[in-house]
């Protein structure tokens, strides 16, 4: 009878770590979000962009014509903090080149800080003011950071979610919108 229970044990021992490995094989099996393809389409046009900057002010994107870099950042997000200095020089060197770069911060409920992020880092381009995240639903951006590449013809040619590098941002701005 002893023998019974160990054995029902070991069973039951068997069965649970069966099922445990299971369910870690499935979440191994799912894609890791750091390389997983980006949300949203490349290739279509891009959807119209206006709004309100956090100053207030009303704002109409022009993606005819000009070569756009949208990026998408909140207060709160670490990653956006880190990406700004870099943002801030690559705005400034390819406006020679014919490159705009315009924020869209979203989903920041407080305005206020919002606003002290973009005093903080003194961001040399305007941001609209999103915080329902419709315009981030409508580009199909996810999470901030992102961006968003339009080229002169208005067309999404570039996006990619989460941080990137400067050298990473760089390579991919001259090879879509510089390029041609």
Not at 10 to 27: D, E, N, P
Not at 53 to 61: F, K, N, R, S, Y
């Amino acid at each position: 009878m002893r023998s019974d229970g160990v054995l029902q044990r070991r069973l039951a021992t068997a069965v649970i770590l069966a099922g445990t490995a299971g369910l870690l094989s499935a979440c191994s099996l799912q894609q890791d979000v750091a390389v997983a393809p980006p949300s949203g389409k490349v290739g279509v046009p891009a959807p119209a962009l206006s709004g309100q900057t956090l100053d207030g002010a009303p704002i109409t994107v022009e993606f005819r014509n000009r070569k756009t870099v949208l990026l998408f950042w909140a207060s709160w997000c670490g990653p956006c903090r880190h990406e700004q200095p870099f943002l801030n020089r690559m705005a400034t060197d390819y406006a020679t080149r014919g490159v705009q770069f315009v924020g869209v911060d979203i989903l920041d409920h407080d305005h206020a800080a919002a606003k002290a992020f973009e005093d903080e880092f003194h961001v040399p381009y305007p941001s609209l003011y999103d915080d329902a995240g419709k315009t981030a639903a409508t580009y199909e951006v996810d999470a901030p950071p992102s961006q968003v590449l339009v080229d002169g013809r208005g067309i999404i040619v570039a996006r990619t979610p989460g941080e990137v590098s400067e050298d990473q941002l760089g390579r991919l701005i001259q090879a879509k919108l510089l390029a041609s």
